[in-house]
């Protein structure tokens, strides 16, 4: 005989439990991690292997030899400032394959040489999700951090600087990521690599005061979505930020500065927002092609070789209150249509030549940015010599007044008599030199 109440069966001589309620929605809260201390080269590899999951291991000072392998979750930690792990120049130093994994307060160097075989300074494998890489120095490392397939992961606060001997084909990148969603990319230093942050299909992701210097990109996205990048500094690269097949991107208040060929490239941008940004001293600051249904607005644009140069495919965007100042040729542009800027709030061009008899800082005369002699110069770069010539200026003066010689260019009909923004005279001077 038994009766069965509340989901449990009352049996003759006890109780029996049945399985029939649910498991609770949140796990119990788990007890403090378990701490050790390792100041043997010899038993580090052991007590990364040894150690519970959700421990955390306190590195003594010294050199530790690599390679290592974090196959649990637990936490990493340097003891003190000079604690080295080095990879002796061969393949990985640390292999980071569970989630859950902190490497914090270390010296990484000496990683392998092989850019193929992707060796790097810290390496998180597919599956590793939630790591977190915080204020680390990489030294001689191929690549610095590279993350493959792990989500939730944040580099915070590292100084990567590459090999420099190597010739740029022959680095890897500063930080990559290939498939990897909500990663957070903050604070780093990162040098002498072949790409500061290569970012590949990777999307949701946000990059924060990093500081970009001495590299080939100072970061190249490719195929990837609803990322911001904001409040970084790149100077001395080839082209500063290199957005390539990206939609919804935001790019805001970031210092560009002092890149031989582009500060910002948009190429195939779809639905951006570029914002705030300073480009100074660049071969061109802005360098835009397929770029449609986009915001470019209160961007500085001083003291470049040319301000924007501007291709095909440039449609349905808006582009207001920016200021190009001291450029040497504020627009380059290849289109057979005139393209029209700053319809509803007007731009600020240093070099436009007009009036204001009303008085309300908007010239009365449209900007026209670029003309007959402009496209002439483009051809025929030795013709700068003759700039100034009567020549070229018969030519500019019968070319505005003939229709017929006019050639498609970007139009401002509300261009600004002065600068809209405050910073631009402070950018003069912030020039790539190639002893540099």
Known sequence: ?????????????????????????????????????????????????????GSVIRVAPGVYRGPLRIAKPLELRAAGRRTVIDGGLEGHVIEIIAPDVTVEGFIIRNSGGDVQAEHSGIRVQPGAHRAVIRNNVFSYVT????????????????????????????????????????AQVVGNDISFV??????????DARFRRNRLHHLRYGTHYMNSYRNVWEENEVFFTRTGLALMEVRDQVVRNNRVWGNSDIGIMLRTLQNGVV????????????????????VI?????????????????????????????????????????NLVWG???????????????????????PYEAVG????????????????????????????AQFPILKTPTVIDPKPHLKPIHQQGAAWYGHRFHPQQ
Not at 159 to 172: A, W
């Open 372 to 399: 007959v002699v402009d496209r002439l110069l483009w051809r025929y770069p030795l013709a700068q010599v003759l700039f100034s010539s009567p020549a070229l200026e018969l030519i500019r003066y019968v070319s």
């Open 194 to 203: 072949r790409d500061g942050i290569y970012v590949d299909v990777s999307h």
């Open 143 to 182: 690549f610095g951090v590279y993350v493959e397939k792990a989500d939730y992961v944040r580099i915070e606060g590292n100084v990567i600087t590459g090999k420099r001997d190597f010739l740029s084909p022959k680095r890897g990148n500063g930080i990559q990521l290939y498939n990897a969603q909500h």
């Open 343 to 365: 319809e509803k709030a007007g731009n600020h061009w240093s070099q436009y030549v007009g009036w204001d008899r009303d008085g309300d800082g908007i010239g009365d005369v």
């Open 1 to 53: 005989m038994f009766l069965v109440l509340f989901g449990c069966a009352v049996v003759a001589g006890g109780w029996s439990v049945e399985a029939r309620s649910a498991p609770p929605e949140t796990p119990p809260a788990e007890s403090s991690p378990t701490e050790r201390f390792v100041a043997d080269d010899a038993a580090l590899q052991q007590a990364l292997e040894e150690a519970p999951a």
């Open 297 to 337: 607005r209160d961007n500085v644009v001083v003291d470049n070789q040319v301000g924007a140069h501007v291709s095909a495919g440039f449609t349905f965007n808006q582009v207001e209150h920016n200021d190009f100042i001291g450029n040497a040729q504020n627009i380059r542009y290849a289109g057979t249509r």
């Open 275 to 294: 914002e705030g940004n300073v480009t100074a001293g660049n071969g061109r600051g802005f360098f835009i092609y397929n770029t449609n249904y986009s």
